[in-house]
């Protein structure tokens, strides 16, 4: 599978927004039931407490704003911004209190980047599960570059391509028949599987280098997302199914 081949048909941005306006009702509770969410979340948060609260961060493609609560209890003043006006919706009612407090801004962009957010320069920028259903991902990945300061740092999070796990994920989704027969991962061979809506998978040298064109730094990367069976291969690069980079704008 090359880089930007997409998993199934030419899926458009229309369709990438119904999605995830579907999705978004249930998205928060992802965060309390799945433990790959619960670890990705820990990882993150993890890394970003080396910075100073009070920085000003943006979350792009934010989802139902639980990092953004996390980032604004914390004392980060957070931009949040989303395509997806049902995710926007549910992040306005999970964010009420930290709201108030005007730490927290939520901006609806539109499939070429545009909102009301890019009227500052960021600390940092966290970006995750997002760069996989963007058709145009270089245009994004420069428009970070540009919205950064220097020295400041960017998290992305996304689809491993080198795990085989996602090989064999891709096969299952490629022949959905074979598993509906036996009720077997209704998650990939359903109707709503996110494989219909996800265009891209990466390795983390291919951003690497796409990353180090616009003047970025690889600084950390993990790997996570595995069957429990498989214990710490999760956190192998040939088994890790969701990858995690830090890059840090060059000054
Ligand atoms: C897999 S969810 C991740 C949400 C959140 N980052 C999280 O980790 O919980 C992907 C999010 O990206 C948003 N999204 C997809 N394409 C986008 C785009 N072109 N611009 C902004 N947001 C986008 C979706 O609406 C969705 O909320």
């Not at 005007?102 to 599960?129: C, M, P, Q, T, W």
């Not at 950064?148 to 080198?162: D, H, V, Y």
């Amino acid at each position: 599978m090359s880089e930007t081949e997409p998993i199934e048909q030419e899926p458009t941005q229309p369709l990438t927004v119904g999605y995830f306006d579907c999705e978004a009702a249930c998205w928060t509770s992802k965060y309390r039931n799945s433990r790959h969410f619960k670890k990705r979340l820990a990882i993150v948060w993890q890394w970003l407490s080396r910075y100073h609260p009070g920085q000003v961060l943006l979350d792009y493609g934010c989802g139902s704003g639980v990092l953004l609560k996390v980032l604004a209890e914390a004392g980060f003043h957070v931009t949040g911004v989303d395509i997806s006006e049902n995710m926007l919706a549910e992040a306005s009612k999970n964010l009420q209190t930290v709201l108030r407090k005007d730490k927290v801004r939520l901006v609806r962009v539109n499939e070429h980047f545009e909102g009301d957010y890019a009227d500052r320069l960021y600390d940092g920028i966290v970006s995750l599960g997002v760069i996989e259903y963007v058709a145009d991902y270089p245009a994004l990945l420069a428009r970070f570059g540009q919205l950064l300061k220097p020295g400041g740092f960017l998290i992305l999070s996304f689809p491993n391509r080198e795990s085989w796990l996602r090989r064999v994920e891709r096969w299952v989704f490629q022949h959905p028949a074979l598993f509906r027969l036996f009720g077997l991962f209704p998650h990939l061979t359903g109707p709503d599987s996110y494989l219909k809506v996800q265009r891209c998978q990466f390795t983390v040298a291919e951003l690497q280098n796409q990353m180090a064109a616009l003047d970025f730094e690889l600084s950390r990367v993990c790997y996570h997302v595995a069957p429990i069976v498989l214990g710490g291969l999760a956190g192998s690069p040939s088994t890790g199914m969701t990858a995690i980079a830090e890059f840090i704008k060059r000054k």
